[in-house]
């Protein structure tokens, strides 16, 4: 993706700019999809941005993969967003193209936001393996990615991340009005 200097927001952390993503994007009661296991602070962001975080269950036995069963039977009209983490922290675990394109077909086509979290994105080696969701085709449309150095750099006392908000990525308003994501970020 080319991304515009002015679509590149810099925090002091990636867990604060997922905060601020929840702030922004979210309206009382909407939901935010949340894959088991989790990096623990997701819940509890969702819920101080009036959010419901709504669980879908992975395992070992397929490797921590998403059931798009088991994500399609969790999902409501008050879905707005889904948080998908590769790298994903605890498990390690790493979504293929084939994967991530899944995720983003059903965003496009529910006018749901994926929620990229890439804190872990530097440690991937295998080439075919995605280390942006801005790799797959139409992501710019639905996807925030956000990402933290502290990780990546190996500073891990000092924050600083980023969050990549694409200017084309909107959602429908509680009125029915295309938002601008870009814009209340």
Known sequence: MDVKDEEVFVSTAGSVAMYITMQAILDEGDEVIIIEPYFFPYPDQVKMAGGV?????????????????????????????????????????????????????????????IIFDAAYEAFISQPDLPRSIYQIENADKCAIEICSLSKTAGFTGTRCGYTIVPKGLTFAAPDGSRVSVHKIW
């Open 53 to 113: 975080p709504v669980f879908v269950k992975t395992s070992m036995d397929n490797n921590f993969q998403i059931d798009f069963d088991a994500f399609e039977a969790a999902l409501s009209e008050k879905t707005k967003a889904v948080i998908v983490n590769s790298p994903n922290n605890p498990t390690g675990s790493v979504f293929t193209k084939e994967e991530l394109k899944k995720w983003v077909d059903y965003a496009v086509a529910n006018d749901a936001v």
